[in-house]
């Protein structure tokens, strides 16, 4: 059993079937993509993996619990965090304040403002977020404001922020998504070292195949919200159902 469990998951858009008998493991510290072409569904069973959305139909555990319609915070204290599409950084804010807002996060969701009343505890957050700027090769950067960053260390940012609250399960939507080539391959440089020294599972949702095949140790391929095929890279590559869905090619060809 996985610590990700997705069982006949089924959803629908009014008319629209975004997702049909969806069944998915993603093992333990591993590293698990989920790819398909637009449409197929990927988003929305992201969604279902976080209890955003409620499938109609099916289960959705992690680590033997259900994620089903718990509120944000209850996902994050379970050990489950979320890189989305868009960095969700604090533009305004300096690249260390950044690093320094999920310290202050209490385990209702609310954020301890009292702590800023103890110089020790001032002091552990503070340096909390500066190790993991070292830890994120941004050191030399904690004073940018934050709106001002490449895309790339906004996402570098994006990443330490959600590794600073130690989850056992990061999601990455789309985590190279509108990146120069150089900043895509400093990204999975960065999510190779954290896999290495965190023990951390991912899942990723990816368009990019270099990204996934450099990445992912276990790959679902979507097609119009159903699995169409789950195997390792090397099976999966010119797999003639994979060549249909992005290709248009027949199973035949």
Known sequence: MGILEVKNVGKRFGGLQALGNVNLSVAENSVHAIIGPNGAG???????????????????MFDGQSVLGRKPFEINQMGISRVFQTPEIFGDLSVMENMMIPCFAKRDGAFEMNALSSVSSQRDIHEKAEQMLVDMNMADKRHMNAASL?????????????????PRLLLLDEPTAGMARADTNNTIDLLKQIKEERDITIAIIEHDMHVVFSLAERITVLAQGTPLVEDTPDNIKGHPKVREAYLGETAAA
């Open 150 to 166: 490449s895309r790339g260390d906004k996402r570098r940012l994006e990443i330490g922020m959600c590794l600073s609250q130690d």
């Open 42 to 60: 990927k988003s929305t069973l992201l969604n279902c993996f976080v209890g955003k959305l409620i499938p109609d139909t099916g289960s959705v």
